[in-house]
């Protein structure tokens, strides 16, 4: 479970003191050991799949250039969150273990969810797709700050090509390929109604899955463009993308939220049908 401390000297001297130790930080969640809890996932057989799947990845040290990276980033961490243990390891899917809607999103932000244990929880991509999911009555809050801040999802799951976070955003082809048999078991778990891949990289994991698995001949008739929606062969997900909810995306509006909250409204209107 994530832990709360603040700081202690045992020579009681000054707040200033460099002999102080972290005993408990107010305000700041701490990752632990522990996976993040997700929503309730008690008492079906996904859910406990979901649990060894989350252990299995959390443990995960397949690719050498990422376990580097992403814990070099958790012992050097950014000058506002010195104050952070960072979780510093991959990031476990979260959300609603019934979900009709699975999220795939490209990989944790280096001070983002590597820092937070959660995806998309700590950085701007999340704080603009919480927001978008609560307008969209699929987030209980418009926030996520740290893992344990109350955010609980209804039919949405929110997973990702990579798991571990890349230097500059960027995944080699080999590292996706390492990571795509978590996502495809998380997907044989969840048997969603609908993918929304969150960018062409995301979009390209996902049919390559399928490709691999003999679901589909090519990806060559799913061409990204944002607000695409695709119906693949049954009995499979029907497949939503759009631009990814990146700080680049947004700042520029290329991807506004009135762009992204008619993607969710089209999937709302999809699972309604
Ligand atoms: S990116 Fe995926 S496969 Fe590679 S080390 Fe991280 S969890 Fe393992």
């Not at 950085?123 to 009555?137: I, T, V």
């Not at 495809?184 to 390209?204: S, W």
């Not at 695709?230 to 993308?241: E, I, R, T």
Request: proline residues 8%; hydrophobic residues 35%.
């Amino acid at each position: 479970m994530a832990a709360r401390l603040e700081w202690y000297c045992d020579r009681a001297c000054s707040p200033g003191c460099v002999k102080m130790k972290p005993k408990a930080r107010s305000n700041v969640e701490v990752a632990t050991a522990t996976p993040v809890p997700p929503n309730d996932r008690t008492g079906s057989e996904s859910t406990s799949g979901l649990i060894n799947l989350e252990k299995e990845i959390i443990s995960c040290r397949k690719c050498p250039r990422l376990v580097e990276y992403r814990e070099e980033v958790a012992r050097v961490k950014r000058r506002a969150y010195r104050d952070w243990t960072y979780w510093g390891r991959p990031v476990p899917g979260f959300g609603d273990p019934k979900a009709k809607i699975v999220i795939v999103g490209l990989a944790p932000a280096a001070h983002g969810a590597n820092r937070t244990g959660r995806m998309f929880t700590g950085d701007r991509s999340g704080d603009f797709l919480y927001e978008q999911l609560y307008r969209a009555g699929f987030a209980n809050q418009p926030n996520s700050s740290h893992a344990g801040d109350g955010l609980t999802l209804r039919d949405v799951w929110i997973s990702a090509a990579v798991r571990c976070a890349p230097p500059e955003n960027k995944p080699l082809p080999e590292e996706i390929r390492n990571c795509a048999p978590y996502l495809e078991r998380e997907l044989g778990l969840l048997n969603p109604q609908v993918v929304l891949a969150l960018g062409a990289i995301a979009l390209h994991t996902y049919l390559d899955l399928l490709k691999r698995q003999r679901l589909i001949v090519s990806r060559t008739p799913y061409k990204f463009a944002h607000g695409a929606s695709f119906q693949l062969p049954s009995p499979l997900p029907h497949l939503f993308a759009t631009y990814h909810p990146s700080q680049q995306n947004t700042q520029t509006v290329r991807l506004t939220p009135e762009m992204f909250a008619k993607v969710l409204r089209e999937i709302r209107k999809f699972l309604e049908r």
